[in-house]
């Protein structure tokens, strides 16, 4: 399958502040799926992108895929303690099914 | 309310045991999937099934089983051949990813530890 990296693994915010985390492949990405996953609990699909460059909003919370479809990327603005939890980005694995990179932990401090 | 039902939500094993964790959805989805979760670590592919009867390994198979009798039940099992199953346990399931992968949707998970 498709490896992907992420980074940071960590992320340590101010509440208000920008959170920028990135995914990479070294192969062209069919596709990326974005997953949120709270502490002490199981990931929730966020997203979907497919198409090179494309630009999806879902609030403060913005995901682009890569002209080249190798990397994609999640911003967030203006964090709220309600973002904390770990985002994953997740590419084409064996088979049919996903593989998702190691995330990234976001804590945000009031 | 459809979702993925997981149990039990925490499982103790001894040494030499095998144990079975319980995965059921009510989704009428097709494929279901089985992943590890270890600190820090992403979530990593142990098997995943398209249609009843029939499942594939993922990247880290060894040590586990599945059956797939019923497209609602997906059980996963710990064997002895599995010296570091301490781990948090991920079911989910989506709709076929064709022509293009689907969400999936996760179950709140097992965490299984060693006694």
């Known amino acids: 399958g498709q490896q992907v990296m992420q980074i940071p693994q960590y992320q340590h915010v101010q509440e208000g502040e920008d959170f920028t985390t990135y995914c990479n492949s070294s192969?062209?990405?069919?596709?990326i799926q974005w997953y949120k996953q709270r502490p002490g609990g199981h990931p929730v699909f966020l997203i979907q992108?497919?198409?090179?460059?494309e630009v999806k909003k879902q609030k403060r919370l913005t995901f682009q895929f890569g002209e080249a479809k190798k990397n994609s990327s999640l911003h967030i603005t203006a964090t709220q303690t309600t973002d904390v939890g770990t985002y994953f980005c997740?590419?084409?694995?064996?088979?049919?099914?996903?593989?998702f990179g190691k995330g990234t932990s976001l804590l945000v401090t009031p | 309310d459809g979702g993925i039902t997981q149990s039990p939500k925490y499982l103790f094993r001894k040494e030499g045991q095998n144990v079975t964790l319980s995965c059921e959805q009510n989704?009428?989805?097709?494929?279901m999937y089985w992943y590890r979760q270890d600190p820090g670590q992403g979530l990593r592919l142990i098997y995943y099934?398209?249609?009843?009867?029939?499942?594939q390994k993922g990247d880290i198979a060894e040590g586990y089983s599945v059956s797939r009798e019923k497209k609602e039940s997906f059980p996963l099992t710990v064997t002895s051949a599995q010296k570091n199953p301490t781990a948090f346990y991920l079911c989910?399931?989506?709709?076929?990813?064709?022509?293009?992968?689907?969400?999936?949707?996760f179950g709140d998970g097992t965490r299984l530890s060693i006694l």
């Open positions: 989704l009428n989805h097709d494929a």
């Open positions: 997740a590419g084409m694995g064996s088979g049919y099914a996903l593989n």
């Open positions: 992108l497919v198409k090179s460059g």
């Open positions: 989910a399931s989506s709709i076929l990813p064709l022509p293009s992968y689907q969400p999936q949707h």
């Open positions: 192969t062209t990405l069919s596709n």
């Open positions: 099934s398209q249609i009843v009867n029939d499942f």
